[in-house]
């Protein structure tokens, strides 16, 4: 599976991005989807995942900030981030797994991993 993510940019706190990943390959092999983050210096960590039945998952971060969405006929998944915050800049990371929880999503159950697409808020 091939992921290409886009969406990312420079913006300013309390602002608005919406970041999208369109996959492509051997999608029938993939269930969930994440969006993972890696700031400078810090490791990377899950922000948000969908199930392939919708169901999903928000680091405790982002909730009620940030949605996830999925629309299975053009495989492509979404991350609109509303109210940014600075400490929301990192570098964000699509990712498909054939696992079918959206919980507690863990790199190594993703197999599949987009370019990275850097989102910047300025305070």
């Known amino acids: 599976v091939q992921l290409q993510a886009s969406g990312g940019g420079l913006v300013q706190a309390g602002g608005s991005l919406r970041l999208s990943c369109a996959a492509s390959g051997r999608t029938s092999s993939t269930y969930s989807m994440a969006w993972f983050r890696q700031a400078p210096g810090k490791e990377r960590e899950p922000v948000a995942a969908i199930s392939l039945y919708s169901t999903t998952y928000y680091t405790d971060s982002v909730k009620g900030r940030f949605t996830i969405s999925r629309d299975n006929a053009r495989n492509t998944v979404y991350l609109q981030m509303d109210s940014l915050k600075p400490e929301d800049t990192a570098v964000y990371h699509c990712?498909?797994?054939?696992?079918?929880?959206?919980?507690?999503?863990?790199?190594?159950?993703?197999?599949?991993w987009g370019q990275g697409t850097l989102v910047t808020v300025s305070s």
């Open positions: 990712a498909a797994g054939n696992v079918f929880s959206a919980d507690n999503p863990r790199s190594a159950d993703y197999h599949s």
